[in-house]
């Protein structure tokens, strides 16, 4: 029971890593970015290339993931996205989906379709004892990080200026743009932060999920889920809601396996019954 | 409209040139439908580099005609998109035979355009049991689940497991594997102490490693589609420590598909699996047919059973056409596959009469390094197994 | 930037007799491509259905394939199962995914876009694993064999060349698509685009808001399932896919496409999504992906509204709304 619980927080945290940068996408540009998982994708052939040809060590390979998706994701925000703030969300719906198509196709035809090989570090490697239970290294780091990343956007977002001002444009795109604050620069910087952060979470997910150039497409609902269910637009709803699909999934499959892939989606439903704009709806949503 | 695509055009030019060929022999234009995008593109490269071989080595000729291939991309399981190509392939292109079919759906829809048009249709790898069964124009070629896992439960009997727990994807194939496996386990005096069916879009397989680690059976037999779900798996079960605890486990040979073997990498180092081909198989034929693989594909792709398949279906075809006096109709080709039998890169091989279906040698493999590469060590076999399914009735 | 051009309605009227007459006349123009032209109407039929939930009621769903499968499979069990009359299957598709689209609209009908788009994806997913669970009765994933299809109105038999199959998809889609064009034009169509327009002062005036949007998704649910059923009447076979989220996604890119909240969007985008796939597969399948991606971000920033959007700039009507 309690590995089941411990392994469930690890899966959700890991969740919580990929899907709390389109959160904040969606929170704040309103942009239905259906593409997010790409930029998880990225990051985790970067780093696994990275690691596999240049030996780079994990924790350097983390942050050049982080780096390569933040990149990648600025670039298209020039080019693509920022054109598109102002239309109809099918057509940011369109657009994402087509980015993600050309990137799976593209990652497909460079790396191939297996999965990639990742072989964790060896401090990361095997269990450890912990209050009687044998848990994994790697999830216990996943959970670290995934805290470690909660409390720094948590921080960041509570009290630096540049997170004021994120918060701002959040509850009232135009007030805020009237008050001085830079909306374009700040949808720039933002939207990279959370590419980035999908890039890190990707990479982080080399050694639980494997990495293969469908990853964005496989995993958009889980991010979806974590993101409607938990609440675009906070940090905090997601990370709620990414530990109840990650606990609810992991204790479904050991509990009651027959319901297979029922349950998520019956949690899912029910949640958004219950709690139509998340958990932690956004202030000033209508 | 010139909408099809010649997979051997210059082959067949170069082929006929080089023979000299005064007669202009007509051309025997097989239709091959199989996936040559998205994430399964491989399966259609394996089938056209195995018929490719095949073609090479016979001068691009079979019958003593040229032979055009007129591929057509399903892009995966689309039974729709499937029947709609071999309707068109026999209206338009006017093949004579159809195959590819790498998945059952696809599979069961162009069976039933076989039957309309009186067409045969060569399955290069579609598994699911009653695909020959529902069309008398369907012959097949490759393998099918029950049929490799058949024997794995009876090897694991006569190596003294007496209980089993299974662990199988959620899909058609995977229900096929449970149900043959159970069958014959319990049949020698197994039992099967429990089972577990995994989602197919599965991202972990934490919970069931676990569950079966509380477990604690003597031994555990899984089926999954080859590609990320086998790898994903093992690398759980080496992480949860079950080699250790003394759980033994079993597979189908998917879990070691030649071409993913490499990509799996060493957490399927020992595993002990069933199946039809394996890329180390040592026979005469098969080091020929791997040596002129990799001369013509080079080292990057390496055959797995969709290559060898293909190869066998253009021999079988050959070998049909042989026995009708090169009479292509329908009825006649099937009437000369039923009970074909040849020796294959992978063993013998033969058609069975009544059924249409393949008769082939299983082999028990075991997954070791030899010079630094993975490959699957054949060490036991079971002679001419039969699709269990269809035997039972 | 050239003035559009001005259409008198008649004009608009003549293109439109002009459309259909064209698709039919690939009867005797493409007498080897009719059954990807009828699979091509009947991808238009199912994206005109994705419209009217989408486009006109404004509800964003990526969850469509639930009506179009649950149509197929409907149709199918009961060809399979002794009731082999296509006419009837076809009006029992539509029974059953009305009812269907109306018990699920109940659901729809809360919440925010977002929520609303997770619980369609929601419902569709598990309709699929339904499906896959009941693989006894379903075929699960090898698809539903066995189906038996009597020869429509008795006399003409689905055969190989698929032209009775064309014909029959071809005035079973025209009827269903006046049908929808219908009730698009009519008051109930008006207080869609009402609501679509803004919710808020539709309930200010008393509009029966929500009733009004599960008729519409209930109504747009029958035409999914008769497009549904009329694929596995002609190609008497359901496989899974067809109620799967890879189906719903590519309705909504041929919707897309062709331009939402206008009546011939998804026959447009139909054509030219179907032709320009089946183009790729023959030329270039590998990578038929990657020409689709570009294909879409293209469309998107040159063209907003899709094909009909774009031809809405260029051509106007005298008359004012449809």
């Known amino acids: 029971m309690g590995i089941v619980i411990f392994d469930g927080v690890a899966y959700g945290m890991l969740l919580f890593l990929i899907g709390v940068g389109l959160s904040i996408t969606m929170g704040l540009m309103n942009f239905v970015n259906l593409a997010h998982g790409t930029f998880a994708m990225v990051g985790g ?63 497909t035809w460079g790396f191939g379709p297996s999965m990639q090989p990742f072989n964790l570090p060896p401090w990361l490697d095997g269990q450890v004892s912990l209050g009687g239970f044998e848990v994994g290294r790697y999830r216990l780091f996943l ?8 409390a720094g956007l948590l921080l960041g977002l509570g009290k630096t200026r540049y997170g004021a001002m994120v918060r701002a444009a959040v509850d009232n795109q135009r007030v805020a743009g009237g008050t001085g604050i830079h909306v374009q620069r700040l949808f720039f910087l933002t939207f990279s932060l959370g590419c980035g952060l999908a890039g890190l979470g990707g990479a982080l997910s080399l050694g639980m999920l494997g990495l293969e150039p469908t990853f964005p497409l496989k995993y958009l609902v889980y991010f979806l889920i974590v993101v409607c269910v938990g609440g675009a637009g906070t940090i905090v709803g997601p990370f709620i809601a990414a530990l109840l699909v990650g606990v609810v999934d992991m204790a479904g499959k050991y509990y009651l396996p027959e319901a297979g892939a029922f349950l998520i989606y019956v949690f899912m439903i029910i949640m958004l019954l219950l709690r139509p704009n998340g958990i932690v709806p956004r202030k000033g949503l209508a | 409209m010139m909408n099809k695509r010649t997979l051997l055009a210059s082959l067949v030019l170069a082929a006929l040139g080089a023979t000299g060929a005064a007669q202009a022999a007509e051309p025997l234009r097989i239709g091959m439908i199989a996936t040559y995008s998205g994430p399964y593109a491989d399966y259609g490269r394996q089938f056209d580099a195995g018929v490719a071989l095949y073609l090479k080595e016979h001068g691009g000729k079979i019958a003593g005609r040229p032979v055009e291939i007129v591929r057509k991309d399903t892009g995966g399981p689309a039974p729709d998109a499937a029947k709609r190509m071999a309707q068109e392939l026999i209206v338009r292109d006017k093949v004579s035979v159809l195959t590819g079919l790498d998945f059952s759906p696809n599979a069961y829809a162009v069976g039933a355009i076989a039957t309309q048009a009186k067409v045969p249709a060569i399955v290069m790898n579609a598994a699911s049991s009653a695909i020959t069964t529902s069309s008398p124009y369907v012959a097949r070629l490759s393998f099918t689940v029950q049929q490799v896992t058949d024997p794995m439960a009876r090897w694991m009997l006569k190596e003294g497991i007496k209980e089993a727990y299974t662990v199988v994807a959620d899909y058609a194939s995977g229900a096929d594997a449970e149900t043959a496996f159970k069958k014959a386990f319990a049949a020698g005096g197994g039992k099967v102490v429990g089972g577990v069916r995994t989602p197919m879009n599965n991202p972990d397989f934490s919970a069931y490693v676990q569950r079966i680690k509380d477990a604690k059976p003597q031994a555990v037999f899984f089926f999954f589609p080859s590609g990320v779900m086998p790898p994903a798996f093992l690398k759980v079960w080496k992480e949860r420590g079950l080699e250790e605890a003394g759980v033994k486990l079993f597979a189908t040979g998917e879990a070691t598909d030649d071409s993913y073997l490499d990509a799996t990498g060493d957490v399927a180092l020992g595993l002990i699996t069933s199946h039809h081909y394996s890329y180390a198989h040592k026979s005469p034929k098969n080091e020929k047919f791997v040596k002129d693989f990799v001369a013509q594909f080079g080292t990057s792709m390496r055959p797995s059973y969709f290559a060898v398949t293909a190869y066998d279906a253009m021999a079988a075809i050959e070998l049909a056409l042989a026995k009708t006096k090169g009479d292509t109709s329908g009825d006649k080709v099937m009437e000369a596959l039923k009970g074909l039998s040849f020796e294959s890169p992978r063993g013998p091989v033969e058609i069975d009469p009544v059924t249409r279906d393949i008769v082939q040698t299983v082999y028990i493999r075991k997954t070791e390094r030899v010079d ?22 | 930037m050239k003035a559009a051009v001005k259409l008198s309605p008649r004009t608009v009227q003549a293109a439109e007799v002009a459309f259909w007459v064209a698709l039919a006349s690939c009867f005797f123009f493409l007498p080897d491509r009719l059954t990807l032209m009828s699979q091509i109407l009947i991808f238009g039929l199912f994206a005109v259905s994705l419209d009217m939930a989408l486009g006109y009621a404004g509800i964003l769903t990526v969850g469509h394939a639930a ?149 519409a998704y209930a109504i747009s649910a029958a ?18 896919e067809s109620i799967s989220f890879n189906r719903s996604a590519e309705v909504l890119i041929i919707l897309v496409l062709g331009g939402t909240g206008r009546l011939y969007g998804g026959m447009v985008g139909a054509i030219v999504y179907m032709l320009v796939h089946d183009w790729f597969a023959d030329m270039n399948p590998e990578y038929w992906m990657f020409w689709l991606g570009i294909f879409l971000i293209a469309a998107v920033m040159l063209g907003r509204g899709g094909i009909m959007g774009a031809l809405s700039r260029r051509f106007r009507t005298q008359e004012h709304a449809r």
């Open chain 1, 45 to 107: 052939y970067a780093a696994s290339v990275l690691m596999a040809r240049l030996g780079l060590g994990f924790i350097p390979a983390l942050a050049a993931a982080f780096v390569a998706a933040a990149v990648v994701g600025a670039v298209l925000e020039v080019v693509f996205y920022r054109r598109l703030y102002r239309a109809h969300p099918l057509d940011q719906v369109l657009l994402s989906i087509g980015v993600v198509f050309v990137s799976v196709a593209a990652f």
């Open chain 3, 223 to 240: 035409l999914a399932g008769v497009a549904g059923a009329l694929m596995a009447q002609t190609t008497q076979f359901v496989g899974i």
């Open chain 2, 372 to 393: 630094g590469r993975l490959v699957n060590v054949e060490f036991d076999k079971f002679d001419r197994v039969k699709d269990p399914a269809k035997e039972a009735k």
């Open chain 1, 143 to 150: 959970i670290a990080a995934g805290l470690v990343v909660f």
């Open chain 3, 67 to 215: 009506f179009f499968g649950a149509g197929a499979y409907a149709a199918g069990l009961l060809a399979k199962h002794g009731w082999s009359e296509p006419i009837s299957g076809l009006a029992a598709a539509l029974c059953v995914c009305a009812a269907l689209g109306y018990a699920l609209s109940y659901l729809i009908v809360r919440g925010a876009d977002l929520t609303r788009l997770m619980i369609t994806i929601g419902v569709c997913v598990l309709l699929a694993e339904l499906v896959n669970r009941l693989s006894g009765i379903t075929g699960g994933t090898d698809g539903l064999q066995g189906m038996v299809v009597q020869p429509v109105l008795g006399l003409f038999d689905f055969d190989l060349f698929g032209k009775t199959a064309f014909v029959y998809t071809f005035v079973v889609v025209l009827a269903m698509f006046l049908l929808a064009r219908l009730v698009l034009r009519s008051p109930f169509g008006l207080t869609l685009r009402g609501i679509h327009d803004s919710r808020k002062r539709m309930l200010a005036i008393g509009s029966p808001v929500e009733a009004r949007l599960r008729m």
